[in-house]
């Protein structure tokens, strides 16, 4: 039977249906083969910045540089990845922390990982690290405003089992602890026994970095 007779025989409806599936199918292809491409370009430098974060690999400028630029690669094929765009975010991150002495790099790496930040929030906005990320970018840059202890609330509800949150939070905290709201002072003054004896050596050395060490003895 000829494709014209079957075609023929097929109703109206169902031959529409025919076209919209074949290009779902063929867009899901185009799609798909973007995703792998992105993650391809930015394997290496994924890879590498984790090593960093879990002080496995020693680090380098060019290094960083190439890192940066891999993943910028990436970002271009897929700019709304919020991973992505949490690793660019860490990147800043992690030069700024090695700046913290200068203010001046301090303030621009930091700037730099909050606006990649924000973009990570807007794509997914119930990923408590990337809000704990943002709180930090906003502390490092040196802003105690509402937009800070939101973002340090928002990383508590939505994050407050995992340890890496209750870190940040904990340091930002005790850091600013004369402008911070009082219920977010109550949160870590109440959530501090209840953490394991390792979380709590860490807390009390962040509190003793700020002289603030006699706020988790009682």
């Known amino acids: 039977m000829s494709p014209n007779k079957i075609t023929e025989r097929l109703p109206l409806a169902e031959i529409f249906v025919l076209i919209v599936f074949s290009a779902v199918g063929i867009w899901v292809f185009y799609v798909s083969a973007i995703l792998v491409s992105a993650d391809f370009k930015s394997m290496r430098a994924r890879d590498t910045v ?6 496995r690999n020693d680090w380098s400028l060019s290094a960083w540089i190439e890192a940066r630029s891999e993943i910028l690669d990436a970002l271009k094929v897929v700019p ?22 200068d203010d001046r790099l301090r303030v621009i790496y930091f700037k730099a990982a909050e606006a990649y930040q924000l973009r990570s929030i807007q794509f997914r906005e119930h990923n408590a690290p990337a809000w704990a990320s943002l709180a930090l ?8 405003d509402d937009q800070l202890y939101t973002a340090v609330q928002q990383a508590i509800n939505l994050g407050e089992s995992e340890p890496g949150v209750r870190r940040v939070v904990s340091d930002i905290l005790l850091g600013t602890w004369r402008t911070s709201p009082t219920s ?10 209840r ?16 002289g603030q060490e006699k706020l988790l003895t009682y």
Do not use: H, V
């Open 195 to 210: 953490m394991s004896s390792q979380e709590k050596q860490t807390i009390m050395s962040i509190a003793q970095r700020y």
């Open 137 to 144: 970018s906003r502390y490092a840059i040196g802003l105690r």
């Open 50 to 55: 984790d090593g960093w974060m879990a002080r």
């Open 80 to 101: 709304d990845s919020p991973m992505l765009n949490d690793y660019m975010g860490a990147i800043y991150s992690f030069r700024g922390i090695q700046s913290w002495k």
């Open 184 to 193: 977010l002072r109550q949160w870590l003054l109440q959530n501090y026994p």
